[in-house]
Protein backbone atom coordinates (compact mmCIF):
# COMPACT_ATOMS: atom_id res chain seq x y z
CA UNK A 1 0.00 0.00 0.00
CA UNK A 2 1.37 3.13 -1.33
CA UNK A 3 2.31 5.40 1.89
CA UNK A 4 -0.31 8.74 1.48
CA UNK A 5 1.97 12.38 1.44
CA UNK A 6 0.43 15.65 2.28
CA UNK A 7 0.74 19.11 0.84
CA UNK A 8 3.59 20.92 1.86
CA UNK A 9 2.82 24.90 3.09
CA UNK A 10 4.17 27.82 2.44
CA UNK A 11 6.40 28.06 5.68
CA UNK A 12 7.92 24.44 4.55
CA UNK A 13 8.76 25.88 1.39
CA UNK A 14 10.32 28.82 2.95
CA UNK A 15 12.04 27.16 5.43
CA UNK A 16 14.81 25.56 3.09
CA UNK A 17 15.63 29.11 1.41
CA UNK A 18 15.67 31.00 4.46
CA UNK A 19 18.04 28.68 5.50
CA UNK A 20 20.02 28.27 2.21
CA UNK A 21 19.97 32.43 2.13
CA UNK A 22 21.27 32.74 5.52
CA UNK A 23 24.29 30.17 4.90
CA UNK A 24 25.32 31.49 1.51
CA UNK A 25 25.62 35.01 3.02
CA UNK A 26 27.70 33.26 5.73
CA UNK A 27 29.96 32.06 3.74
CA UNK A 28 30.45 35.21 1.60
CA UNK A 29 31.08 36.75 4.81
CA UNK A 30 33.69 34.24 6.01
CA UNK A 31 35.02 33.27 2.58
CA UNK A 32 34.45 36.40 0.34
CA UNK A 33 35.04 35.39 -3.62
CA UNK A 34 35.69 31.86 -2.90
CA UNK A 35 33.04 31.18 -1.73
CA UNK A 36 31.65 28.92 -4.59
CA UNK A 37 35.01 26.94 -4.06
CA UNK A 38 32.83 25.08 -1.64
CA UNK A 39 31.44 26.63 0.84
CA UNK A 40 28.01 27.38 -1.51
CA UNK A 41 28.26 23.37 -2.35
CA UNK A 42 28.26 22.24 1.76
CA UNK A 43 25.37 25.19 2.28
CA UNK A 44 23.36 23.89 -0.89
CA UNK A 45 23.71 20.25 0.83
CA UNK A 46 22.80 20.93 4.49
CA UNK A 47 19.65 22.97 3.08
CA UNK A 48 18.87 20.17 0.94
CA UNK A 49 19.01 17.84 3.94
CA UNK A 50 16.45 19.99 5.75
CA UNK A 51 14.02 19.60 2.67
CA UNK A 52 14.65 16.04 2.55
CA UNK A 53 13.84 16.22 6.64
CA UNK A 54 10.65 17.97 5.90
CA UNK A 55 9.84 15.52 2.68
CA UNK A 56 10.33 13.09 5.00
CA UNK A 57 7.61 14.53 7.50
CA UNK A 58 5.34 14.88 4.72
CA UNK A 59 5.20 10.92 4.18
CA UNK A 60 8.14 11.36 1.59
CA UNK A 61 9.96 7.43 1.00
CA UNK A 62 13.81 7.92 1.30
CA UNK A 63 14.16 5.97 -1.94
CA UNK A 64 11.89 8.12 -3.70
CA UNK A 65 13.88 10.87 -2.53
CA UNK A 66 17.35 9.19 -3.50
CA UNK A 67 15.52 8.96 -6.83
CA UNK A 68 14.54 12.27 -7.46
CA UNK A 69 18.26 13.39 -6.68
CA UNK A 70 19.62 10.96 -9.01
CA UNK A 71 17.46 12.30 -11.85
CA UNK A 72 17.61 15.66 -11.35
CA UNK A 73 21.78 15.48 -11.14
CA UNK A 74 21.13 13.41 -14.57
CA UNK A 75 19.32 16.47 -16.26
CA UNK A 76 22.47 18.08 -15.62
CA UNK A 77 24.91 15.73 -17.35
CA UNK A 78 24.97 17.19 -20.99
CA UNK A 79 26.07 20.10 -19.53
CA UNK A 80 28.65 18.60 -17.53
CA UNK A 81 29.77 16.74 -20.77
CA UNK A 82 29.84 20.12 -22.67
CA UNK A 83 31.78 21.78 -19.90
CA UNK A 84 34.51 19.15 -19.58
CA UNK A 85 34.96 19.47 -23.49
CA UNK A 86 35.18 23.16 -23.16
CA UNK A 87 37.41 23.06 -20.53
CA UNK A 88 40.25 20.73 -23.42
CA UNK A 89 39.25 23.35 -25.78
CA UNK A 90 40.33 26.40 -23.62
CA UNK A 91 43.44 24.10 -23.03
CA UNK A 92 44.58 23.47 -26.35
CA UNK A 93 43.35 26.91 -27.99
CA UNK A 94 45.73 28.73 -25.22
CA UNK A 95 48.48 26.26 -26.06
CA UNK A 96 47.85 26.66 -30.21
CA UNK A 97 48.19 30.12 -29.95
CA UNK A 98 44.70 31.44 -31.16
CA UNK A 99 43.36 32.97 -27.17
CA UNK A 100 46.78 34.81 -27.19
CA UNK A 101 46.44 35.76 -30.70
CA UNK A 102 43.27 37.11 -30.01
CA UNK A 103 44.08 38.73 -27.04
CA UNK A 104 46.61 40.20 -29.16
CA UNK A 105 44.47 41.86 -31.76
CA UNK A 106 41.99 42.94 -29.42
CA UNK A 107 44.23 44.30 -27.50
CA UNK A 108 45.54 46.72 -30.75
CA UNK A 109 41.67 47.44 -31.28
CA UNK A 110 42.39 50.18 -27.97
CA UNK A 111 42.03 53.81 -29.62
CA UNK A 112 43.15 56.99 -27.54
CA UNK A 113 40.10 58.79 -28.81
CA UNK A 114 36.96 56.07 -27.42
CA UNK A 115 38.75 54.95 -24.59
CA UNK A 116 35.99 53.65 -22.77
CA UNK A 117 34.51 52.08 -26.00
CA UNK A 118 37.51 50.17 -26.64
CA UNK A 119 38.05 48.77 -23.04
CA UNK A 120 34.08 47.29 -23.45
CA UNK A 121 34.95 45.90 -26.99
CA UNK A 122 38.94 44.57 -25.58
CA UNK A 123 37.53 42.79 -22.40
CA UNK A 124 34.06 41.20 -24.89
CA UNK A 125 36.72 40.18 -27.54
CA UNK A 126 38.77 38.49 -24.95
CA UNK A 127 35.80 37.18 -22.54
CA UNK A 128 34.63 35.75 -26.04
CA UNK A 129 37.82 34.14 -26.90
CA UNK A 130 37.93 32.57 -23.09
CA UNK A 131 34.19 32.46 -21.79
CA UNK A 132 35.64 33.27 -18.64
CA UNK A 133 34.15 37.24 -17.69
CA UNK A 134 36.32 36.64 -13.64
CA UNK A 135 40.22 36.17 -15.87
CA UNK A 136 39.20 39.28 -18.43
CA UNK A 137 39.02 41.38 -15.29
CA UNK A 138 41.92 39.76 -13.43
CA UNK A 139 43.76 40.44 -16.58
CA UNK A 140 43.31 42.38 -19.18
CA UNK A 141 40.94 44.79 -16.37
CA UNK A 142 43.35 45.36 -14.19
CA UNK A 143 46.04 46.32 -16.87
CA UNK A 144 43.12 48.76 -18.12
CA UNK A 145 42.53 50.00 -14.60
CA UNK A 146 46.17 51.17 -14.63
CA UNK A 147 45.84 53.18 -18.24
CA UNK A 148 43.14 55.09 -16.67
CA UNK A 149 45.17 55.91 -13.53
CA UNK A 150 48.23 56.67 -15.79
CA UNK A 151 45.79 58.91 -18.10
CA UNK A 152 44.16 60.26 -15.36
CA UNK A 153 40.56 59.15 -16.59
CA UNK A 154 37.97 57.52 -14.27
CA UNK A 155 38.67 54.45 -12.89
CA UNK A 156 35.19 53.78 -12.07
CA UNK A 157 34.02 53.88 -15.73
CA UNK A 158 36.93 52.08 -17.03
CA UNK A 159 35.33 49.58 -14.18
CA UNK A 160 31.94 50.10 -15.78
CA UNK A 161 33.23 49.56 -19.81
CA UNK A 162 35.71 46.33 -18.44
CA UNK A 163 32.91 44.70 -16.86
CA UNK A 164 30.04 45.22 -19.49
CA UNK A 165 32.19 43.98 -22.51
CA UNK A 166 33.48 40.94 -20.05
CA UNK A 167 30.08 40.08 -19.26
CA UNK A 168 28.60 40.24 -22.98
CA UNK A 169 31.87 38.68 -23.78
CA UNK A 170 30.90 35.75 -21.81
CA UNK A 171 27.05 35.56 -22.46
CA UNK A 172 28.02 35.32 -25.80
CA UNK A 173 30.53 32.68 -25.64
CA UNK A 174 30.40 28.60 -26.14
CA UNK A 175 33.38 28.37 -23.32
CA UNK A 176 31.21 29.73 -20.82
CA UNK A 177 29.93 27.71 -18.09
CA UNK A 178 26.78 30.22 -17.44
CA UNK A 179 26.52 29.74 -20.98
CA UNK A 180 26.22 26.07 -20.97
CA UNK A 181 24.56 25.68 -17.52
CA UNK A 182 20.77 28.28 -18.46
CA UNK A 183 20.07 25.95 -22.01
CA UNK A 184 20.56 22.79 -19.66
CA UNK A 185 18.71 23.99 -16.59
CA UNK A 186 16.12 25.42 -19.35
CA UNK A 187 16.00 22.28 -21.73
CA UNK A 188 17.04 23.61 -24.93
CA UNK A 189 21.10 23.25 -26.69
CA UNK A 190 23.90 25.62 -26.25
CA UNK A 191 23.64 27.25 -29.70
CA UNK A 192 19.93 27.94 -30.44
CA UNK A 193 20.42 29.51 -26.50
CA UNK A 194 23.17 31.97 -27.73
CA UNK A 195 21.38 33.45 -30.75
CA UNK A 196 18.32 33.64 -28.98
CA UNK A 197 19.88 35.72 -26.83
CA UNK A 198 21.53 38.21 -29.23
CA UNK A 199 17.66 39.33 -30.08
CA UNK A 200 18.51 41.19 -26.50
CA UNK A 201 22.25 41.12 -26.26
CA UNK A 202 23.67 42.80 -29.50
CA UNK A 203 21.30 45.68 -29.05
CA UNK A 204 22.14 46.66 -25.28
CA UNK A 205 25.64 46.14 -25.94
CA UNK A 206 25.64 48.57 -29.27
CA UNK A 207 23.38 50.54 -26.78
CA UNK A 208 26.31 50.95 -24.05
CA UNK A 209 29.05 51.49 -26.59
CA UNK A 210 27.19 54.54 -28.11
CA UNK A 211 26.83 55.71 -24.57
CA UNK A 212 30.63 55.32 -23.52
CA UNK A 213 31.53 56.86 -26.68
CA UNK A 214 29.47 59.79 -25.61
CA UNK A 215 31.20 59.88 -22.18
CA UNK A 216 34.52 59.41 -23.76
CA UNK A 217 34.17 62.09 -26.59
CA UNK A 218 35.72 64.92 -23.94
CA UNK A 219 38.35 62.90 -23.28
CA UNK A 220 41.57 62.48 -24.57
CA UNK A 221 44.31 59.64 -23.96
CA UNK A 222 47.53 61.36 -24.64
CA UNK A 223 49.79 58.61 -23.89
CA UNK A 224 49.85 54.68 -23.89
CA UNK A 225 50.85 52.18 -20.71
CA UNK A 226 53.73 50.52 -20.10
CA UNK A 227 50.75 47.49 -18.55
CA UNK A 228 49.93 47.00 -22.48
CA UNK A 229 53.30 47.20 -23.58
CA UNK A 230 54.24 44.20 -21.33
CA UNK A 231 51.02 42.17 -22.02
CA UNK A 232 51.93 42.55 -26.07
CA UNK A 233 55.76 41.71 -25.66
CA UNK A 234 55.13 39.04 -23.52
CA UNK A 235 52.30 37.51 -25.95
CA UNK A 236 54.86 37.87 -28.86
CA UNK A 237 57.54 36.22 -26.98
CA UNK A 238 56.03 33.04 -25.64
CA UNK A 239 53.47 32.13 -28.50
CA UNK A 240 53.64 32.78 -32.43
CA UNK A 241 51.04 35.56 -32.91
CA UNK A 242 49.16 35.31 -36.43
CA UNK A 243 45.89 35.23 -38.05
CA UNK A 244 46.00 31.74 -39.22
CA UNK A 245 46.00 30.89 -35.04
CA UNK A 246 42.03 31.92 -35.61
CA UNK A 247 41.73 28.96 -37.39
CA UNK A 248 40.37 26.67 -34.84
CA UNK A 249 38.23 29.27 -33.39
CA UNK A 250 36.67 29.04 -37.42
CA UNK A 251 36.55 25.94 -37.05
CA UNK A 252 34.18 25.30 -34.37
CA UNK A 253 32.15 28.93 -35.94
CA UNK A 254 31.91 26.97 -38.73
CA UNK A 255 30.26 23.82 -36.86
CA UNK A 256 28.33 26.01 -35.17
CA UNK A 257 26.94 27.79 -38.15
CA UNK A 258 25.82 23.86 -39.83
CA UNK A 259 23.98 22.95 -36.23
CA UNK A 260 26.53 20.31 -35.42
CA UNK A 261 25.09 19.27 -31.83
CA UNK A 262 27.45 21.64 -28.92
CA UNK A 263 29.28 18.41 -27.68
CA UNK A 264 30.77 17.03 -30.74
CA UNK A 265 31.11 20.47 -32.07
CA UNK A 266 33.64 20.91 -29.06
CA UNK A 267 34.99 18.05 -28.63
CA UNK A 268 36.46 18.65 -32.35
CA UNK A 269 37.41 22.08 -31.80
CA UNK A 270 39.77 21.25 -28.77
CA UNK A 271 41.70 18.46 -31.24
CA UNK A 272 41.94 20.79 -33.90
CA UNK A 273 43.69 22.92 -31.65
CA UNK A 274 45.81 20.48 -30.14
CA UNK A 275 46.76 19.57 -33.92
CA UNK A 276 47.66 23.33 -34.84
CA UNK A 277 49.45 23.39 -31.54
CA UNK A 278 52.03 20.60 -32.80
CA UNK A 279 52.33 22.50 -36.35
CA UNK A 280 52.44 26.04 -35.16
CA UNK A 281 53.99 26.28 -31.71
CA UNK A 282 56.79 23.65 -30.98
CA UNK A 283 59.30 26.54 -28.94
CA UNK A 284 56.34 27.18 -26.46
CA UNK A 285 55.23 22.96 -26.62
CA UNK A 286 59.14 22.34 -25.51
CA UNK A 287 59.37 24.86 -22.39
CA UNK A 288 56.28 23.43 -21.32
CA UNK A 289 57.99 19.90 -22.14
CA UNK A 290 60.20 20.32 -19.49
CA UNK A 291 63.37 18.98 -20.58
CA UNK A 292 61.17 16.23 -22.07
CA UNK A 293 64.74 16.00 -25.93
CA UNK A 294 62.09 13.49 -27.62
CA UNK A 295 60.31 15.65 -30.08
CA UNK A 296 57.33 13.13 -30.54
CA UNK A 297 56.92 12.48 -26.83
CA UNK A 298 56.89 15.79 -26.12
CA UNK A 299 54.13 16.86 -27.97
CA UNK A 300 51.88 13.90 -26.88
CA UNK A 301 52.86 15.15 -23.21
CA UNK A 302 52.10 18.52 -23.28
CA UNK A 303 48.90 18.26 -25.75
CA UNK A 304 47.59 15.38 -23.77
CA UNK A 305 47.78 17.49 -20.78
CA UNK A 306 46.60 20.28 -22.05
CA UNK A 307 43.19 18.49 -22.55
CA UNK A 308 42.86 17.62 -19.10
CA UNK A 309 45.11 19.80 -17.36
CA UNK A 310 45.42 22.76 -19.32
CA UNK A 311 48.50 24.78 -19.79
CA UNK A 312 50.79 26.96 -17.03
CA UNK A 313 53.11 29.56 -18.96
CA UNK A 314 55.88 31.09 -16.76
CA UNK A 315 56.93 34.96 -17.87
CA UNK A 316 57.87 36.20 -14.52
CA UNK A 317 54.68 38.67 -14.74
CA UNK A 318 52.06 37.27 -13.26
CA UNK A 319 49.13 38.78 -14.82
CA UNK A 320 50.53 37.59 -18.34
CA UNK A 321 51.06 33.86 -16.20
CA UNK A 322 47.02 34.03 -15.39
CA UNK A 323 46.11 35.39 -18.43
CA UNK A 324 47.81 32.51 -20.15
CA UNK A 325 47.61 29.36 -18.12
CA UNK A 326 44.30 27.11 -17.66
CA UNK A 327 42.02 25.73 -19.20
CA UNK A 328 41.43 21.25 -19.48
CA UNK A 329 38.77 19.40 -17.84
CA UNK A 330 40.23 19.74 -14.44
CA UNK A 331 39.11 22.99 -14.48
CA UNK A 332 35.99 22.58 -14.68
CA UNK A 333 35.54 20.19 -11.88
CA UNK A 334 34.46 23.07 -9.12
CA UNK A 335 31.69 24.07 -11.73
CA UNK A 336 30.52 20.64 -11.74
CA UNK A 337 30.40 20.31 -7.66
CA UNK A 338 28.30 23.40 -7.60
CA UNK A 339 25.94 21.92 -10.71
CA UNK A 340 25.35 18.62 -8.81
CA UNK A 341 24.93 20.26 -5.17
CA UNK A 342 22.82 22.84 -6.86
CA UNK A 343 21.06 20.24 -8.97
CA UNK A 344 20.37 18.14 -5.46
CA UNK A 345 19.01 20.41 -4.06
CA UNK A 346 16.53 21.85 -6.69
CA UNK A 347 15.64 18.54 -7.42
CA UNK A 348 14.20 17.93 -3.72
CA UNK A 349 12.60 21.20 -3.66
CA UNK A 350 10.77 19.44 -6.39
CA UNK A 351 9.98 16.00 -5.35
CA UNK A 352 8.48 17.31 -2.20
CA UNK A 353 6.43 20.26 -3.48
CA UNK A 354 8.13 22.81 -2.16
CA UNK A 355 9.28 24.44 -5.27
CA UNK A 356 5.61 24.49 -6.74
CA UNK A 357 4.26 25.59 -3.72
CA UNK A 358 6.67 29.13 -4.26
CA UNK A 359 5.87 28.92 -8.03
CA UNK A 360 2.31 29.06 -7.21
CA UNK A 361 2.99 32.29 -4.93
CA UNK A 362 4.50 34.10 -7.54
CA UNK A 363 2.29 32.77 -10.48
CA UNK A 364 -0.79 34.87 -8.40
CA UNK A 365 0.50 37.94 -9.93
CA UNK A 366 1.49 36.51 -13.65
CA UNK A 367 -1.27 36.73 -16.13
CA UNK A 368 0.30 36.77 -20.15
CA UNK A 369 3.80 35.36 -21.26
CA UNK A 370 5.48 38.55 -21.28
CA UNK A 371 4.18 38.80 -17.77
CA UNK A 372 5.76 35.10 -16.86
CA UNK A 373 9.23 35.61 -18.60
CA UNK A 374 9.39 39.34 -16.73
CA UNK A 375 8.63 37.65 -13.47
CA UNK A 376 11.58 35.12 -14.52
CA UNK A 377 13.96 37.66 -15.18
CA UNK A 378 13.12 39.62 -11.75
CA UNK A 379 13.16 36.07 -9.54
CA UNK A 380 16.32 35.40 -11.21
CA UNK A 381 17.90 38.83 -9.70
CA UNK A 382 15.98 38.42 -6.68
CA UNK A 383 17.65 34.89 -6.01
CA UNK A 384 20.79 36.80 -7.52
CA UNK A 385 20.62 39.03 -4.26
CA UNK A 386 19.49 36.68 -2.11
CA UNK A 387 22.09 33.32 -2.55
CA UNK A 388 24.89 35.64 -3.81
CA UNK A 389 25.91 33.07 -6.28
CA UNK A 390 25.03 33.63 -10.32
CA UNK A 391 24.97 29.87 -10.95
CA UNK A 392 21.99 29.62 -7.97
CA UNK A 393 20.58 32.34 -9.55
CA UNK A 394 20.33 30.04 -12.86
CA UNK A 395 19.66 26.36 -11.14
CA UNK A 396 16.66 27.48 -9.10
CA UNK A 397 14.23 30.16 -11.27
CA UNK A 398 15.12 27.61 -13.78
CA UNK A 399 13.74 24.28 -11.98
CA UNK A 400 10.64 26.57 -10.62
CA UNK A 401 9.98 28.32 -13.48
CA UNK A 402 10.76 25.23 -16.58
CA UNK A 403 6.90 23.54 -16.08
CA UNK A 404 5.08 26.28 -16.27
CA UNK A 405 6.81 27.48 -19.35
CA UNK A 406 6.29 24.15 -20.76
CA UNK A 407 2.84 24.22 -19.75
CA UNK A 408 2.43 27.68 -21.84
CA UNK A 409 3.96 25.92 -25.11
CA UNK A 410 6.62 28.04 -24.45
CA UNK A 411 9.83 27.19 -26.16
CA UNK A 412 13.12 26.07 -23.56
CA UNK A 413 15.25 29.23 -25.05
CA UNK A 414 12.56 32.09 -23.31
CA UNK A 415 13.27 30.49 -20.03
CA UNK A 416 17.17 30.34 -21.19
CA UNK A 417 17.23 33.67 -22.13
CA UNK A 418 15.60 35.42 -18.98
CA UNK A 419 17.57 33.43 -16.68
CA UNK A 420 20.82 34.70 -18.18
CA UNK A 421 19.19 38.29 -18.10
CA UNK A 422 17.71 38.23 -14.53
CA UNK A 423 20.70 35.98 -13.10
CA UNK A 424 24.46 36.12 -15.26
CA UNK A 425 24.08 39.89 -16.00
CA UNK A 426 23.06 41.01 -13.07
CA UNK A 427 25.62 39.26 -10.60
CA UNK A 428 28.09 41.32 -10.77
CA UNK A 429 26.25 44.84 -9.21
CA UNK A 430 25.36 43.37 -6.04
CA UNK A 431 28.28 43.73 -3.75
CA UNK A 432 27.58 40.63 -1.30
CA UNK A 433 27.58 37.93 -4.06
CA UNK A 434 30.43 36.55 -5.24
CA UNK A 435 31.13 37.98 -8.83
CA UNK A 436 30.34 41.48 -6.99
CA UNK A 437 32.79 40.57 -4.31
CA UNK A 438 35.58 38.90 -6.80
CA UNK A 439 34.80 42.27 -9.08
CA UNK A 440 35.60 44.50 -6.06
CA UNK A 441 39.02 42.38 -5.13
CA UNK A 442 40.41 42.48 -8.45
CA UNK A 443 39.59 45.74 -10.03
CA UNK A 444 39.90 47.95 -6.95
CA UNK A 445 36.84 49.42 -7.06
CA UNK A 446 33.34 49.11 -5.19
CA UNK A 447 30.36 47.67 -6.71
CA UNK A 448 28.15 50.41 -5.59
CA UNK A 449 30.33 52.80 -7.29
CA UNK A 450 30.99 50.95 -10.84
CA UNK A 451 27.00 50.14 -10.53
CA UNK A 452 25.63 53.26 -12.59
CA UNK A 453 28.57 52.64 -15.38
CA UNK A 454 27.73 48.93 -15.97
CA UNK A 455 25.51 49.57 -19.04
CA UNK A 456 25.01 46.52 -20.52
CA UNK A 457 24.41 44.43 -17.42
CA UNK A 458 21.66 47.11 -16.41
CA UNK A 459 20.52 47.39 -19.82
CA UNK A 460 19.92 43.75 -21.13
CA UNK A 461 17.69 42.64 -18.71
CA UNK A 462 15.39 45.99 -18.92
CA UNK A 463 15.16 45.23 -22.62
CA UNK A 464 14.37 41.01 -22.29
CA UNK A 465 11.58 42.49 -20.01
CA UNK A 466 10.79 45.21 -22.37
CA UNK A 467 10.99 42.58 -24.88
CA UNK A 468 8.88 40.22 -23.55
CA UNK A 469 6.06 42.59 -22.82
CA UNK A 470 5.54 43.61 -26.15
CA UNK A 471 5.74 40.17 -27.49
CA UNK A 472 8.55 40.44 -29.63
CA UNK A 473 10.34 37.33 -31.19
CA UNK A 474 8.88 34.93 -28.30
CA UNK A 475 9.13 31.84 -29.26
CA UNK A 476 6.84 29.01 -28.78
CA UNK A 477 7.40 25.01 -28.83
CA UNK A 478 6.09 23.08 -32.32
CA UNK A 479 3.32 22.32 -31.87
CA UNK A 480 2.51 26.30 -31.02
CA UNK A 481 4.17 27.48 -34.21
CA UNK A 482 0.85 29.35 -35.75
CA UNK A 483 0.32 31.02 -32.39
CA UNK A 484 3.59 32.66 -32.37
CA UNK A 485 2.96 35.04 -35.39
CA UNK A 486 -0.86 35.55 -35.12
CA UNK A 487 -1.77 35.54 -30.89
CA UNK A 488 1.51 36.72 -28.65
CA UNK A 489 0.45 37.70 -25.21
CA UNK A 490 2.05 40.45 -23.95
CA UNK A 491 2.38 41.08 -20.58
Same mark, same amino acid.
Given at each position: ???????????????? !???????????????????????????????? $???? !???????? =??????????????????? +?????????????????????????? $??????????????????????????????????????????????????????????????????????????????????????????????????????????? +?????????? =????????????????????????????????????????????????? *?????? !??? =?????????????????????? +????? *?? $??????????????????????????????????? *??????????????????????????????????????????????????????????????????????????????????????????????????????????????? *??????????????? $?????????????????????
Amino acid at each position: MQQSTKLPSLSDALIP !IVILCSLLAAGVMFFGDSSSSGPNQIALLFSA $GVAI !IIGLNNGY =QWHELEGAIIKGISLALGA +VLILFAVGSLIGTWLLAGTVPSMIYY $GIGLLEPSVFYAACCVICAIVALSIGSSWTVAATIGVALIGVAKGLELSETITAGAIISGAYFGDKMSPLSDTTNLAPAVAGTDLFTHIRYMSISAIPSFVITLIIF +VVIGLNQQVV =QTSGNMDLILNGLNDNFNIHWAMLAPLLVTLGLAIKKVPAFPAVCIGAL *FGGVWA !ILF =QQGTIMILAQGETDVVTANVIV +VWTAL *FN $GISVSTGNSSLDSLLSGGGMSSMLNTVWLIMTAMT *FGAVMEKVGLLKKMVQSLLNAVRGTGSLISTTILTAFGTNILTADQYISIVMPGRMFKEEFKQRGLAPENLSRALEDGGTITSPLIPWNTCGAYMHSVLLVNPLDYFMYCF *FNLISPILGIIIASI $GYKIRYLSKHADVESEALKPG
